[in-house]
């Protein structure tokens, strides 16, 4: 922090007269001296927070456990990691997911450029790179515990911000709300 003050000052003494500069450094040079006499940095391990947080990242890893969000509530749970993937598990298979050995994120991307490129009324060419995400991701899923049902089943959240249609979906629900607006207010926004 002392380094940006001293940035700073230089920064406000090069406005004045190059005959005050220097009675003007020795004054701020001084007064950040005294400031760090009186203020000892700490290091972030000094903190009671830091400490409790680093004991509790210890005491989860040695017991291979983990903390999970859940579904209403706005709390925290701690469970096995190995219980939480099965939870995972289990929804996948009780919901008739597929699993790919393969990522289709490339092919996905490949795709996503063409029908960008292709459609030159909705898209403007000058700006079609602002739809294209250069580094597709596939999506992912997290489990929130529903502490409020019997067995803790979870429910979904799937990131998809970084899959190769993101961003095309995003413009082509903004079209959509423009094109067709809809006449009651109390409707639900949704992607």
């Known amino acids: 922090m002392m380094v940006f003050i001293s940035k700073e000052a230089e920064i406000a003494i090069a ?11 020795k004054l701020t040079a001084e007064r950040i001296n005294t400031l760090q006499l009186n ?24 017991n291979e456990a983990m903390i999970a969000h859940t579904n209403k509530g706005n ?16 929804f996948l298979r009780a919901n008739n ?4 050995e393969r990522d289709p994120t490339k092919t996905f991307q490949f795709q996503v450029r063409r029908v960008v490129t ?10 079609k790179w602002k739809y294209v995400n250069m580094n597709p991701t596939a999506l992912t899923i997290k489990g929130l515990i529903k502490m409020h ?12 911000r970084g899959t190769p249609a993101y961003k095309l979906a995003r413009l ?5 709300k423009q094109l067709t607006p809809l006449p009651n207010r109390h409707n639900v926004d949704n992607t």
Request: hydrophobic share 30%; net charge positive; proline share 10%.
């Open 118 to 127: 292709d459609s030159k009324t909705l898209i403007p060419q000058e700006i």
């Open 172 to 176: 082509f629900t903004q079209k959509i």
């Open 149 to 160: 049902r019997p067995e803790h089943p979870i429910r979904p959240m799937v990131n998809w």
């Open 97 to 100: 997911f597929q699993t790919t």
């Open 15 to 25: 406005h004045f007269s190059p005959s005050e500069r220097e009675v003007y450094r």
């Open 39 to 62: 203020n000892p940095q700490h290091t972030h391990n000094t903190h009671p927070e830091a400490k409790t947080i680093k004991s509790i990242k210890t005491k989860l890893k040695d």
């Open 75 to 90: 709390s925290l749970m701690i469970l096995p990691i190995k219980q939480y993937d099965s939870k995972i598990t289990v």
